[in-house]
Nanobody, 122 residues
Framework: VQLQASGGGLVQAGDSLSVSCLSS????????MGWFRQAPGKEREFVAA????????YYGDSVKGRFTISRDSAKNTVHLQMNSLKPEDTAVYYC????????????????WGQGTLVTVSS
């Protein structure tokens, strides 16, 4: 499975941005797709996850209420809509896939994309 993230860029605080992740293989209903981010000098942080079949979602506390994860099963794509962006949201955003169930732990995800940079200026 190869994951290709796209959509990062430079925005101002308060703006919105959407990033997407395309899977090279079909995503099964029991799979979980997640987004993590890593800012310079910091550990990788859980952002959001979605169970493919049920569309059950889970969010990290720092993005709850501002970010929305969704999926397009026909296109094997997961999206992350980011609203009310803050400078502290600046990071490389990674998508990941897990067959182990919905988790906030990076080690639980078997496949990773290359990351896309989101920069939020103040």
């Amino acid at each position: 499975v190869q994951l290709q993230a796209s959509g990062g860029g430079l925005v101002q605080a308060g703006d919105s941005l959407s990033v997407s992740c395309l899977s090279s293989a079909r995503i099964y209903s029991s799979s979980v797709m997640g987004w993590f981010r890593q800012a310079p000098g910091k550990e990788r942080e859980f952002v959001a996850a979605i169970r493919w079949g049920s569309q059950l979602t889970y969010y990290g506390d720092s993005v709850k209420g501002r970010f929305t994860i969704s999926r397009d099963s026909a296109k094997n794509t997961v999206h992350l809509q980011m609203n009310s962006l803050k400078p502290e949201d600046t990071a490389v955003y990674y998508c990941a896939a897990s067959y182990r169930g919905l988790s906030t732990v990076a080690n639980e995800y078997e496949f990773w994309g290359q990351g896309t940079l989101v920069t939020v200026s103040s």
